[in-house]
């Protein structure tokens, strides 16, 4: 998510409101440069204060012209909980958004960890300084959102004239990911001490590996037992209480469809949903 004319013109309009709360900015900031949004708090959050107006607003007129198209009880009272739900919702998936990105990203990059440290190994063992092998792997969309990272690290470096130790240090301020974090901080210490960068990054080439396998391991495990689950919920007992209900009808002269409509158009449909996000999470994929 980067700035644009409408979010800078929300903070043009809204931005004195902020200040009159003791609100720490950098704190603010950190969270926003986590999840990858272009913007100072100052404008993120004036741009959530806007849609939540403008969400109120547009929830308001819409359904009072459907009152007063159609006056009654029913839309009055669509009237009443549209127009408080609306705004609630946005503001409750905006201030939400940050965390739940800088999450999205962290697990983004402790799954392609494990590779980057095995290009940062070679390219470490051909003598390699750590500016150019960070500016060579911000090049490199494969890796994912450790690109973006390399690439804050190279910005700084490269642009604003900071050492290789200062721009590590800042990247894991702003990172996601403790294990990103760890890994930076070990490459400090590294280069700190003095000694050589290339038995460091073998010694995390072998732990993240280990790491990554054993997690798979994990997620296939979760995995088949989900599967099982789905197959015993969704399939097996949906068909189980056709055969149940259609004997008796059978006994009893009649039963009513009312029940099976509810479970085909509403409990199984969300039943199917919640697989799909449970497996998704557990192959530790974005949601």
Request: hydrophobic share 45%.
């Amino acid at each position: 998510m980067k700035s644009t004319k409408y979010t800078r013109f929300c903070r043009q309009l809204l931005s004195s409101t902020f200040e009159k709360f003791n609100v720490s900015e950098t704190s603010k900031n950190n969270m926003l440069e986590k999840a990858d949004i272009s913007m100072v708090y100052q404008e993120y959050y004036s741009m959530v204060l806007m849609n939540i107006i403008l969400g109120f607003i547009t929830s308001f007129f819409s359904t009072l012209f459907l009152y007063l198209l159609v006056p009654n009880n029913i839309t009055a009272l669509l009237l009443l909980v549209v127009t408080s739900i609306v705004p609630v919702l946005i503001g409750m998936v905006y201030l939400q958004l940050p965390a739940v990105k800088a999450k999205s990203r962290g697990k983004n990059i402790d799954r392609h960890l494990p590779y980057v440290a095995n290009f940062i190994n070679t390219m470490s063992v051909a003598g390699i300084s750590p500016s150019e092998i960070f500016g060579t792997l911000s090049g490199i969309e494969l890796y994912g959102e450790v690109q973006k990272e390399a690439k804050k690290i190279t910005t700084e470096i490269e642009l604003m004239g900071l050492d290789a130790i200062t721009a590590l240090k800042n990247a894991i301020v702003i990172s996601p990911s403790r294990k990103f974090k760890d890994f930076l901080q070990g490459i400090i210490a590294v280069l700190q001490s003095g000694s050589e960068l290339a038995p460091y990054f073998n010694r995390c080439v072998d732990r993240y590996m280990f790491d990554d396998l054993d997690e798979r391991k994990k997620n296939l495990e979760s995995l088949a037992i989900m599967a099982e689950s789905f197959v015993t919920t969704v399939i097996a007992f949906p068909l189980f209480l056709v055969i149940i209900l259609s004997i008796m009808g059978l006994t009893s002269g009649g039963i009513s469809f009312d029940f099976l409509y509810i479970i085909s158009l509403l409990i199984l449909p969300m039943a199917y949903f919640g697989f799909y996000v449970m497996m998704k999470s557990g192959m530790g994929e974005e949601v």
